[in-house]
C-alpha cells in the first residue's frame, strides 16, 4: 500500500564444471541476477503490507535464493545466500509510523500514570476514612470525659436524666462551633438567643436544627422567644 526501496544482496560463485556456460553464455550476468531478484520482489511484496514486509525479510531472501538457484544454474553459477538488507519506505511514511508508535507509548504512559494516581486516590480515601474513625472515637471519649465532669461537679445525690444529659452536650457543642467560628476569616455571626435559662436556649437549638432538617438543608430558621442578637466573638 506504499511504495518501498528494498536492498537485496546477492552471494554467488561460478561452478567449476561450467567455467564456460558462465562466460560465453551471459553477457550480462549481474544484470541477468538483478533481473530476477526484481522479479521476484515485485511478485512477493505487493502481496503483504508494509508490517509484513518487514516482518518477512528472511522469507523474501529465501525466495530471491530459490529463485536465482533455479535460473542461473544453467548458466554457470552457484548462488550461495540472498540477503533482504534494508527496507525502506517513504520518509514520510516513516514520519507516520514513528508518530504511530510515540502515540502508542504516550498513551500507554497515561495509562499508567492514571493507575497511579488512581491507587493515590484510593490510599487518600483510606486513610480518610481511618481518620475520620478515630476522630470518631475521639469525639465520643471526650463527651464522656464531659459527661462525668457534669456528674460530677453537679454531685452524685441529683439524678441527671438522658434529656439533661443531651442539652449540656448540645450547649458544650454549641459553643465549641463559636469558638471554631471565630477562628476563620468572618468573626461576626447572627444566632438565635433567648432571654431564658440555658434549657431554653438548648430547646431553641434543637427547635432550630429540627426545622432545618425538615427542609433538607435548604433553608435554616431558627425560632426564639427573642430577637437575634448580634455576637461579636473576639477568643
Request: charged fraction near 25%; glycine fraction near 6%; charge should be negative.
Amino acid at each position: 500500500n506504499v511504495f518501498v526501496k528494498i536492498i537485496v544482496a546477492v552471494q554467488m560463485q561460478i561452478l567449476q564444471d561450467n567455467i564456460y556456460d558462465a562466460i560465453y553464455r551471459l553477457s550480462d550476468p549481474h544484470g541477468q541476477v538483478d533481473s530476477f531478484v526484481k522479479d521476484v520482489i515485485r511478485g512477493e511484496v505487493p502481496l503483504m503490507t508494509l508490517d509484513d514486509s518487514f516482518a518477512a525479510k528472511d522469507d523474501l531472501a529465501q525466495a530471491v535464493k530459490n529463485r536465482l538457484a533455479d535460473a542461473m544454474s544453467s548458466f554457470g553459477y552457484l548462488i550461495l545466500n540472498a540477503l533482504v538488507t534494508d527496507i525502506e519506505p517513504d520518509s514520510l511514511v516513516k514520519s507516520a509510523m514513528n508518530e504511530i508508535e510515540t502515540n502508542k507509548r504516550l498513551r500507554k504512559a497515561m495509562e499508567e500514570r492514571a493507575e497511579a494516581d488512581k491507587n493515590v486516590e484510593i490510599k487518600n480515601a483510606e486513610a480518610e476514612a481511618e481518620s475520620k474513625h478515630l476522630q470518631g472515637k475521639g469525639v465520643a471519649r471526650q463527651r464522656a470525659a464531659i459527661i462525668d465532669g457534669l456528674r460530677n461537679s453537679i454531685g452524685a445525690g441529683e439524678v441527671i436524666t438522658s434529656e439533661r444529659v443531651s442539652e449540656l452536650l448540645l450547649i458544650t457543642q454549641y459553643f465549641d462551633t463559636l469558638k471554631e467560628m471565630s477562628q476563620g476569616g468572618a468573626t461576626t455571626v447572627f444566632v438565635p438567643a433567648a432571654a431564658g435559662a440555658g434549657a431554653d436556649q438548648a430547646a431553641a437549638m434543637r427547635d432550630a436544627m429540627l426545622q432545618s432538617r425538615a427542609v433538607d438543608g435548604h433553608q435554616l430558621q431558627a425560632i426564639g422567644n427573642g430577637a437575634p442578637q448580634q455576637h461579636n466573638m473576639h477568643m
